[in-house]
Nanobody, 125 residues
């Protein structure tokens, strides 16, 4: 059973920073791409960022480009989301997700095989 575990969420003031982490617990799955998604109350889950593990190629939602950075640490088997210059609109439950095999679909939640339970990020003054 593959499990993804997110950590690093919390409360932060506008303009501040947070770093989210995601690592698998249990059996290490074959992994093609890792992604971060978020879901605010009353809204659909939306794409935030993704990274292809073999090439480190990245993708970002327009709303976070230039502020968020996705990265991976192969030695630690961990994927990170560095969140800088956060805004109240970034408040959401953030999920880590995994694509096990090649897919040309990056932004659709249905393209991801495994999901974490989420970590809450709250941006307020």
């Amino acid at each position: 059973q593959v499990q993804l575990v997110e950590s690093g969420g919390g409360s932060v003031q506008p303009g501040g920073s947070l770093r989210l982490s995601c690592e698998p617990s249990g059996r290490r799955p074959n992994t093609y791409r890792m992604g971060w998604f978020r879901q605010a109350p009353g809204k659909e889950r939306e794409f935030v960022a993704a990274i292809q593990l073999s090439t480190a190629r990245t993708w970002y939602a327009g709303s976070v480009k230039g502020r968020f950075t996705i990265s991976r640490d192969d030695a630690q088997n961990t994927v990170y989301l560095q969140m800088n210059s956060v805004e109240p609109e970034d408040t959401a439950l953030y999920y880590c997700a995994q694509q096990s095999y090649y897919s040309d679909t990056v932004f659709d939640t249905r393209a991801y095989d495994y999901w974490g339970q989420g970590t809450q990020v709250t941006v307020s003054s």
